[in-house]
């Protein structure tokens, strides 16, 4: 099947009672059972079934079905958001005096997370590019795991999955990629060697900015050492389904940061559309990048644009996509926000993924509670627009940007 086909078909469970075309909202926090017995088993995992929307719903697993299938994973655990997704995800096999290898250019909400891990005694090492020689000098018996964006938000910082999942391996520590800016329509992590998939599906996923979501996939094929991950010792014996039994049944669950019913419906409802719109949004955001990058005066960072070091990378490892985010240096933060607030066909919002196009001036928002510093690294200056390239005509986001952009 293509991207489309199996976004439409692929994980689809058909409603049996009314023949619902797709998963019907079970608005519903518990499911009744004709008898205890039956409702004993399903608690204990001895039996198929619901019992309490916290732990499992049938809308719910109906994405988790879906999104997992896109992503060619071996199971996936929907949450409430997508910084819950990174938390639980990481936090199912972390333990205290652990230590992770992340890109520095990551999203400002995630870099803030981490900095609330230091307090859970795990320490976070930032490097600015993940390369062999320059993770062998971070490299420690501590380290437990690296962590990435596919396509950095906003340094737009394209790394290469396998070549970092075969250095993670050789270290007997798994991948954990972020895949929120490029969905798998444009790349499937797990198929290049990453061992986790995280999504934010508040963005492209949902694609009309009405729901917060988060999704974890976990492709199955890391092999956990209980003396390495003590966490994850009484779940070994689960072989392939070691890490999803303890994020389903123990981690998961007890923090409780579920994704509501209506949410993963909503969500299920972006799936369906996600091929054809992020294609449109990354063509839309190659052709308007190429004719803003021709105004003096202005620097657009691109992955596609001529120059762009992350350009060949795009081309292999992203179907020749660059995605749906450019930034804009104006020159100064009066600049930048006389062209945001001159702009008619976008929205001023915090979102990306969203089918309009969107802008923020990040380094006061979005990196609000960030250094200098590790703003820098993010790729956010005191004079940095960043754009999330909407499905609007072309045309009219090129005249309207150029219009804001030469007052």
Known sequence: MGFNTEALHKGLVKDQSFGATITPIYQVSAFSYEDMETLEKVFNGRAGGFAYTRIGNPTVASFEQRINALEHGNGAVATSSGMAAITQGLLNFLSSGDEIIASSGLYGGTIQLFSVFKNLGIKVIYVKNLSKTNLDKLYNDNVKAIFAETISNPSLEIIDISELAEYAHSKGIPLLIDNTTATPYLVNPLDLGADIVIHSSSK????????????????????????????????VKFGPFAYLTRLRKDSWASIGGCLAPLNAYLNIIGLETLGLRI?????????LAEELSKIEGITVNYPLLKGNKNAKLAEKQLKGFGGGIFTIRAGSREKAFKIINSLKTATIASN???????????????????TIEEMNAAGVFDDTIRVSVGIEDVEDLIEDFKRAIRG
């Open 204 to 235: 492209y996923i949902n694609g009309s900015s009405d729901s917060i979501s988060g999704v974890i996939i976990d492709g199955g094929k890391f092999k956990w050492n209980a003396q390495k991950y003590p966490s994850l010792k009484e779940y």
């Open 352 to 370: 990306i993924g969203d089918v309009r196009t969107l802008v923020i001036y990040p380094a006061t928002t979005l990196y609000v509670h960030n």
């Open 279 to 287: 294609k449109q949004i990354c063509n839309n955001a190659k052709s």
